[in-house]
């Protein structure tokens, strides 16, 4: 083997060898709605990354997003944990966190609030939202 042939299949195997980063251990299902603080807390710590949309029982606008929060989920859910909490039940919890309105997706990394959009988005805006959160994780 020559130099140049040497040089391409060192490449080559180093290329095929990487591996895409471990974000998510424990895996929910996306939209799968959460009823106790360890649950909670379990959703966040699993993951390096999170999302945790606060809805209303009553809400027509988190009803409307119920469909897109999934589906991006779906599509993310081997980097990121996509669940949702009642403002009822986490009313404590949305208050710390700034919560005014439902719905409201807040992105935690590793435990830590870091981001969060309030209100209706479009499956183009809520996966543009997701993907600069699983960037600035060092996710995706």
Same mark, same amino acid.
């Given at each position: 083997m020559d130099d140049v042939e040497r040089l391409?299949? !060192?490449k080559a195997v180093e290329l095929t060898s990487r591996k895409t980063p471990q974000c998510c251990n424990v895996s929910y299902a996306p939209g799968q709605v959460l009823?106790? +603080?360890d649950q909670l807390r379990n @959703? +966040? #710590? /699993?993951c390096k990354t999170a999302f945790v949309m606060f809805f209303g029982k009553m809400c027509p606008y988190c009803q409307m997003f119920d469909p897109i929060f999934r589906q991006v989920g779906e599509r993310y859910r081997a980097y990121a944990n996509f669940v949702k909490a009642d403002v009822e039940v986490f009313f404590d919890l949305a208050a710390r966190l700034g919560v005014m309105g439902t719905p409201?997706?807040? #992105?935690f990394v590793e435990g830590r609030p870091l981001d969060a959009v309030s209100g209706f988005l479009t499956a183009p805006?809520? !996966? @543009?939202?997701?993907? /600069?959160?699983l960037s600035r994780a060092g996710c995706r």
């Amino acid at each position: 083997m020559d130099d140049v042939e040497r040089l391409l299949w !060192k490449k080559a195997v180093e290329l095929t060898s990487r591996k895409t980063p471990q974000c998510c251990n424990v895996s929910y299902a996306p939209g799968q709605v959460l009823y106790g +603080v360890d649950q909670l807390r379990n @959703a +966040v #710590a /699993s993951c390096k990354t999170a999302f945790v949309m606060f809805f209303g029982k009553m809400c027509p606008y988190c009803q409307m997003f119920d469909p897109i929060f999934r589906q991006v989920g779906e599509r993310y859910r081997a980097y990121a944990n996509f669940v949702k909490a009642d403002v009822e039940v986490f009313f404590d919890l949305a208050a710390r966190l700034g919560v005014m309105g439902t719905p409201t997706t807040v #992105a935690f990394v590793e435990g830590r609030p870091l981001d969060a959009v309030s209100g209706f988005l479009t499956a183009p805006q809520f !996966k @543009a939202f997701v993907e /600069s959160v699983l960037s600035r994780a060092g996710c995706r």
